[in-house]
């Protein structure tokens, strides 16, 4: 599967972004789909995820009531819609997709297949 990340900026705290990943080459459908994430000097983290249908969702205890994670079947596209944004939000922003058959996906060891990453910065 081929992911391709997109919606990256600069934005100031309290701001918003909404981040796209599309995907091709998978039945689209079939599949949990999440977001993870990386600053500066530390680990990529586990940001979100749906499942194939859009009714199981988890996030980050971080992100919790202001991030929203969605996704459209029909545009083989996922969604990350981040609200009040803070400074420590800063980093790049991959989307992800579990290993082939797999339905985990919230440690890095659960992901198959990594999009290229689009940067978030926000500054105070």
């Known amino acids: 599967v081929q992911l391709q990340a997109s919606g990256g900026g600069l934005v100031q705290a309290g701001g918003s972004l909404r981040l796209s990943c599309a995907a091709s080459g998978r039945t689209f459908s079939s599949y949990r789909m999440g977001w993870f994430r990386q600053a500066p000097g530390k680990e990529r983290e586990f940001v979100a995820s749906?499942?194939?249908?859009?009714?199981?969702?988890y996030y980050a205890d971080s992100v919790k009531g202001r991030f929203t994670i969605s996704r459209d079947n029909a545009k083989n596209t996922v969604y990350l819609q981040m609200n009040s944004l803070k400074p420590e939000d800063t980093a790049v922003y991959y989307c992800?997709?579990?290993?082939?058959?797999?339905?985990?996906?919230?440690?890095?060891?659960?992901?198959?297949?990594w999009g290229q990453g689009t940067q978030v910065t926000v500054s105070s």
């Open positions: 749906i499942s194939w249908r859009g009714g199981s969702t």
């Open positions: 992800a997709v579990p290993h082939y058959g797999s339905s985990r996906l919230s440690a890095l060891g659960d992901v198959g297949s």
